[in-house]
């Protein structure tokens, strides 16, 4: 889509440009639950949510509303056992996280007296808490200055200023914060943030953005908006196969496996194997899910003619049947075992 050329960049007319932003917000803004609050654990739940996650569905499903009603405060939040942090957890992927809000809670108890810090120095020395995060938690929960750069934001500034280095770069990610730092908003930063970000997620989206409605369009400076932002060469995706057993014993009692692996450490699956060991067995069922760079094809085998024989590795133990769906489990195992539950 082509542009007529502007000669106000947002950073010759920083007052003009916020405003124009800010009025387009006030009349045009979307009522999500973590705007309707200043409270920063509630902040920095969405905020941790959404880092990898889209808004549809941490809203949609449910997970924000879940999380607060189990963990309504840092108190109980630090002192939640794996089983039920990971339960709560369960769906959003990338566990680290869960974890480490854990360990945000229990360090603004020891260090903080249980209240969050304003500064952002004490913020971003937080267990889990970037740049990015700290300059969310600072603006919006204290509606104090912050710059905040996130991937929505890096799309705008990278169109508005027509800027073709790499985002994801280090020299392109100073290049955003610095703009960042020069356009952030010292009187109204909840509100200038937030718009900021929903420009980026609405209007300034990814591909063709709607520059016709977008309330900023007279200080962007390219031509070729669909072009940027630009990114170094996406990774390789590698398909993988992952075999699983299903195996009951005479009781009824479904075997699983507790993970120790970092992504998964403490979630319960269905046994797998090699290939080579169980890929003979009778499929009865798989799932195509992805996980960073893998593109993963799930096989269920019935493992039922080799019972008798089977041998047990560690952290696989029986479970009666009514309490496995209890268990915190990665989506793609709770599924394949819903359905063939339901199938039994």
């Known amino acids: 889509m082509l542009k007529a050329k502007t000669t106000t960049p947002a950073t010759t007319r920083p007052v003009l440009f916020r405003k124009a932003l800010i009025k387009w917000f006030s009349a045009h803004g979307r009522d999500y639950p973590w705007r309707r609050t200043c409270e920063p654990y509630a902040i920095l739940i969405s905020e941790v949510m959404l880092q990898q996650t889209q808004i ?4 949609g499903r449910g997970f924000y509303t879940r999380f607060l009603e189990t963990f309504p405060d840092i108190d109980s939040l630090a002192v939640a056992n794996d089983e039920q942090l990971l339960k709560a957890w369960e769906g959003l992927g990338y566990y680290r996280r869960v974890r480490m809000l854990r360990e945000t809670a229990r360090t603004i108890i020891t260090r903080h007296d249980g209240k969050f810090p304003i500064d952002l120095a004490d913020l971003i020395n937080l267990p ?3 740049r ?26 990278s169109r508005l200023m027509n800027f073709s280095d790499p985002v994801d770069e280090p020299g392109g990610q100073k290049q955003l914060w610095e703009w960042a730092e020069a356009l952030a908003d010292p009187l109204h930063p909840r509100i200038y943030n937030s718009a900021l970000m929903e420009l980026g997620q609405r209007i300034c989206r990814p591909g063709v953005p709607d520059c016709l409605a977008c309330p900023v369009a007279k200080f962007c400076l390219t031509h070729q908006p669909e072009l940027l932002p630009v990114k170094r060469q996406k990774m390789t995706i590698t398909e993988v196969n992952e075999h699983a057993l299903w195996l009951r014993d005479q009781s009824g009692r479904l075997l699983l496996h507790r993970e120790s692996s970092k992504r998964r450490q403490g979630l319960w699956k269905l046994p797998t194997r090699e290939a080579a060991q169980i890929s003979s067995l009778p499929l009865l069922d798989q799932h195509r899910y992805a996980i960073t760079r893998y593109q993963v094809i799930l096989r269920v085998h019935d493992a039922t003619s080799v019972r008798e024989n089977f041998q047990l590795m560690a952290d696989e133990t029986w479970h009666d049947v009514d309490q496995v769906l209890a268990l915190a489990m990665p989506s793609p195992f709770r599924r394949v075992i819903e359905r063939l539950l339901e199938g039994n």
């Open 132 to 157: 990015y995060t700290a300059g969310a938690l600072r603006s919006f929960a204290f509606n104090l200055p912050a710059a905040v750069v996130d991937g929505n934001v890096a799309r705008v500034f």
């Open 128 to 130: 889990g808490v970037g």
């Open 56 to 59: 549809a569905t941490v809203l």
